[in-house]
């Protein structure tokens, strides 16, 4: 491990410490610890450093993603947002406007990206959100709901129709026109600052809209999504290290009919499938980063792959960890309680499991025929 990375690593464990329960039930994550971290280039590690981060391969940047993930899920899932959306200024944006956001990105400014609508969430060429330009403006009209991180947001890329096409753009969430309003009380993630964004005719200089614009949605999204795919993957890998260490200590530790927990074979089964699972997450995820950093043709299907696997046995073995623990896990809070909401989200987000198994179906046809 690099010192770049062991010292990111020493700085996100020193600022969590234990709070992580503590924020998760209050729904909010000190904003000096997020935006501390921003500064740090630590929210989208993967941007390159003559913009200002730290230019992290996804393998590296992956490792860093499940360590936080196993200190909290939802200052991962602001990491996940915060570099889609820096991906998705690096991937549409013109040399000019790379230059200019990128460097806000990794300087402390927060940022949120939206693509889900309250008609249009796994068909998202169902999008409503429309981004037209008149004149020396851009125009945005729409509704985007679970919009992670725009809680605590400085800046919105926006994802909507444009024309036959697709187009993002990037938007201040102080503008006329932009409404943002927290998702009471959400499941898991708790606080990663979900809310439903309104954005009614909001006026933006011409150099905010993304010089992608027009590419087919499926394009563009795809793009985008095969990020935050890769990114939670990784994330769950944080949480089902987080459940084993918990059920492993506990099972260790904890006495019952004059043996350790550990030493009933049932139990032993549990602490079992929870390193299996571990494991073949970790292997999963980090094939799809080194196809991610060759630029392999197989980066879109490892990143569900990845996604789909990971997000799966965290929900399963979150579960199990709940039941080594049992009344000692079940305080709202603890870490396999966090889990077992926050992991739940992860079989739901950046692609449900329904839609991951189908895009993985298309793929093994494709590959048959």
């Not at 999963?284 to 043709?297: G, K, L, N, T």
């Not at 965290?314 to 579960?319: C, E, F, G």
Request: some cysteine.
């Amino acid at each position: 491990m690099s010192d770049d990375l062991s010292e990111a690593r020493a700085l996100v464990t020193g600022l969590v410490g234990d709070r992580a329960g503590e924020w998760d039930r209050a729904g909010r994550i000190p904003t000096e610890v997020v935006r501390r971290l921003g500064e740090e280039g630590l929210l989208c590690a993967e941007v390159p450093a003559r913009f200002g981060g730290r230019g992290w391969s996804s393998l590296d940047n992956g490792g860093f993603t499940a360590h936080v993930g196993s200190l909290c899920s939802s200052l991962r899932s602001l990491m996940t947002s915060q570099g889609m959306a820096a991906w998705a200024v690096q991937r549409f944006g013109s040399a000019a406007q790379r230059k200019h956001y990128l460097s806000r990105l990794t300087g402390g400014e927060l940022v949120g990206i939206g693509f889900s609508e309250p008609g249009a969430g796994s068909d998202l060429s169902a999008m409503g959100t429309t981004i037209r330009v008149e004149g020396d403006s851009v125009v945005v009209d729409g509704t985007k709901v679970w919009l992670t991180g725009a809680g605590y947001a400085d800046l919105l890329v926006v994802v909507g129709r444009f024309g036959d096409g697709a187009a993002a753009v990037v938007a201040a969430t102080t503008g006329a026109g932009v409404s943002v309003r927290p998702v009471p009380d959400p499941m898991g993630c708790r606080a990663a600052g979900h809310s439903t964004v309104e954005l009614r005719d909001v006026r933006l200089p011409l150099d905010a809209l993304l010089s992608g614009a027009g590419q087919p949605v499926s394009m563009l999204v795809t793009t985008a999504l095969t990020y935050g795919r890769v990114s939670v993957a990784w994330g769950c890998v944080g949480i089902l290290r987080a459940c084993l260490t918990a059920a492993t200590r506990h099972a260790a530790s904890r006495v019952q009919s004059g043996r350790p927990l550990a030493e009933h074979q049932l139990v032993a089964g549990h602490l079992a499938d929870l390193l299996v699972a571990e494991q073949v997450a970790t292997r999963v995820c980090e094939h799809a980063s080194r196809c991610w950093d060759d630029s392999s043709p197989e980066m879109v299907t490892a990143a569900v792959v990845a996604k789909h696997v990971s997000a799966t046995n965290a929900a399963r073995q979150a579960s199990t960890a709940v039941q080594v623990l049992a009344s000692a896990g079940a305080e709202d809070g603890h870490v396999v309680a966090r889990a077992y909401r926050d992991a739940k989200l992860m079989e739901i987000i950046e692609g449900s499991n329904e839609i991951c198994r189908l895009v993985l179906a298309e793929h093994a046809l494709a590959v048959a025929s």
